[in-house]
């Protein structure tokens, strides 16, 4: 069992949570507005999965991710300003405006990509966890994914290859419900994850992605666990995305939620109810939370509105690495 | 000079990294066993299955995972154990091993070496036996070897292994167990650099894998028959090819053909030729040559593979036209 979140685990998470969020919406606006370049898909709502796993993670523990990975890379730690800076296709950015939105890449601090191809990492995020265990050490691999790259075949080969080697890998299934425009339902039989891994014995658990808490405490007894060379295991959250599958997608695939809903599931909005009602958020703590999370994320624009382009020449000196 | 032959040579060299390397691992379908041609023979034994790993028939995974790896620090040589099955790694391979470094602005490095063969004349129909090259060298990021001689399956092999990039290594079945005189000691071959076969001034011959062969019976062939003298090139690499050197022998020659046993439709044969005609436009006193496989699948019957594959009598005919 891992330790139960501490109140400044907490703080810091509803932190995490306000600048995933507003950073999300910042960069929703900027690519409205053509600065942002590119497909660019926002995870406003899902907030408390990236935070509630990534801040559990050393900088020597991996994670890889999808297309919808920029609160993977924030909460694990890549700057604003230089995931903003590669948003906008920036040298400042973290991949020097070469990657942008889908291929975000920070691997100082262990988020070692992501990708456009839906699970696509998946595989990769295992080999990872081989090297961890051929180089001895105990770091972990974590790979996050929505619900629906289960679908794919390279989902199912990897993880039977990881419950075969039982290499220390956890896999984040961020189940929203919708693969691109269309519901879950329209493209399996299954409708929970953790169903569709059942036989292969990979210990799993399904739990609201909504609720910060909840995914805090059920990754960290597997991480825990993996920190011991166990593994594979499976969290599946169950959340919501608010916005579109890309920014200034159609949209009518499905209902909105309602407003009163929304504020009732809205994870960070919850996590700052049980705050105050535990007692370690102070009633009129939350719009500080909020502002200085906002200070960041202008910072992090002007950061990257600062940044130049890259020179073309980098078109040819990066195509492959030098000895 | 000891005698050895090409699946010795590629054994040997995947046994002398791993001894000097513990970053180097294996893995692929059968390894563990020595695969269909023995090329992994042994391994399991000197090195145990924690280095030598057998994998499920997934080969969208395991391409995945040598990449993981890869860009963990370590050197996986990944056995994809016919280039029909390539097909299944792409994604993979052209997505995720390809574009690393690029996308990552350089953050990432894939040090990842992909073995496997190709060939037809076995016997083998459609699905095992194509000659797929030229699809990896049109995916910048890729470097593209392809050995014809033990000597240089050996050190392209190390080489291989030792490139802090993605290397698809495409052996041909057909050679594995050809015997050839090798050095006591092999050196490495850097990647990107041909080798020159046999010396002549009348006509240029670059030929890749099998057809290296088949281009030096025809050279002599065509001294015999008709006192032409062919130079014949193996560029060994593909991508990176080594440009200069056959531009340097066409200079002097004057007249090229390019030799394959891909489908001559789409073949590398055709950027070699583009490339060359770009640069030595002025020194060609005839038409490009070009010998490949007609524009089909691989028969199975065993008239009609042999009547498929481009051989000696092809390469000797192209050369022949090019002096009409």
């Known amino acids: 069992m891992a330790p139960p979140l501490d109140r400044d685990q907490a703080l810091r998470l509803l932190a995490t ?10 960069a929703g606006q900027l690519k409205r507005a053509d600065e942002v370049v590119g497909l660019v898909h926002l ?8 935070a509630a796993v990534c801040l559990q993670l050393r900088d020597d523990d991996a994670v890889y991710s999808g297309h919808r990975a920029h609160g993977h890379a924030i909460a694990k730690g890549a700057p604003l300003g230089r995931v903003l800076a590669e948003l906008m296709g920036r040298d400042g950015g973290l991949c020097r405006g070469l990657g942008g939105s889908m291929h975000l890449v920070d691997v100082e601090h262990g988020f070692m990509g992501a990708t456009g191809v839906v699970g696509g990492n998946i595989p990769v995020a295992l080999g990872s966890a081989l090297a961890a265990r051929l180089r001895g050490d105990d770091s972990v691999t974590v790979v996050f ?17 990881a419950t075969l080697w039982r290499l220390p890998l956890i896999l984040v299934c961020e189940n929203n419900g919708f693969a691109e425009f269309t519901p879950r339902s329209a493209h399996t039989n299954v409708e929970r994850v953790s169903d569709v891994v059942a036989p292969y014995d990979i210990e799993c658990i399904t739990v609201d992605g909504n609720d910060a808490p909840a995914v805090w405490d059920a990754f960290g007894g597997y991480l825990a666990a993996a920190r011991t060379g166990e593994g594979p295991f499976l969290v599946e959250c169950l959340t919501h995305r608010l916005r579109g599958h890309y920014e200034g997608d159609p949209g009518q695939y499905r209902e909105a939620l309602a407003a009163a809903e929304w504020q009732e599931r809205d994870p960070i909005l919850r996590f700052q109810r049980q705050g105050i009602a535990e007692g370690w958020l102070a009633d009129d703590a939350p719009p500080a939370v909020e502002a200085e999370a906002a200070d960041a994320v202008e910072e992090a624009v002007r950061f990257a509105q600062a940044s130049p382009f890259p020179p073309v020449e980098l078109i040819e000196a990066m195509v492959y690495a030098h000895a | 000079m000891p005698e050895t032959t090409t699946i010795k040579a590629i054994n040997g060299a995947l046994a002398d990294a791993m001894r000097a390397d513990e970053r180097v691992f294996v893995l692929g379908e059968d390894v563990a066993e020595g695969g269909p041609y023995t090329a992994t023979a042994g391994l399991a034994e000197e090195f145990g299955v924690a280095r030598v790993i057998d994998t499920p028939i997934s080969e969208a995974a395991i391409t995945g995972v040598a990449i993981g790896a890869a860009q963990s620090g370590l050197r996986p040589v990944l056995e994809i154990m016919f280039i029909d099955f390539i097909t299944l790694a792409l994604d993979q391979l052209v997505n995720g091993a390809a574009k690393a470094h690029f996308m990552s602005g350089g953050q990432l490095t894939v040090p990842m070496v992909l073995r496997t063969q190709g060939g037809a004349g076995q016997r083998g129909a459609a699905q095992h036996s194509q000659s797929l090259e030229s699809w990896l060298t049109h995916v910048p990021g890729l470097k593209v070897v392809m050995p014809s001689r033990a000597v240089d399956a050996a050190g392209l092999l190390t080489s291989a292994i030792d490139d802090p990039n993605p290397v698809v290594f495409i052996e041909n079945k057909t050679l594995y167990f050809r015997r050839e005189d090798v050095p006591e000691r092999i050196t490495p071959v850097r990647i990107g650099e041909a080798v020159t076969l046999r010396t002549g001034g009348d006509v240029t011959i670059v030929a890749l894998s099998r057809l290296v062969h088949d281009a030096l019976a025809a050279a002599e062939r065509l001294a015999a028959e008709d006192g032409i003298e062919a130079e014949v090139i193996d560029p060994r690499t593909l991508v990176p090819l080594d440009l200069d050197a056959i531009v340097e022998s066409v200079e002097r020659t004057g007249r090229l053909v390019v030799a394959h046993e891909a489908v001559e439709h789409g073949g590398f044969g055709a950027e070699i030729v583009a490339q060359v005609q770009a640069a030595a436009f002025d020194f060609l006193d005839a038409p490009i040559g070009r010998v490949g496989a007609p524009f089909a699948p691989v028969p199975l019957s065993a008239p009609l593979e042999d009547a498929y594959l481009p051989g000696v009598d092809d390469i000797v005919a192209a050369v022949r036209r090019t002096f009409r």
């Open chain 1, 145 to 161: 994914f929505g619900d629906g790259a289960v679908q794919a075949g390279h989902f199912n080969e990897t993880v039977n290859l």
């Open chain 1, 43 to 50: 995870s406003v709502g899902q907030e408390a999965v990236a």
């Open chain 1, 17 to 26: 949570m306000w600048r995933i969020r507003l950073f999300e919406e910042r």
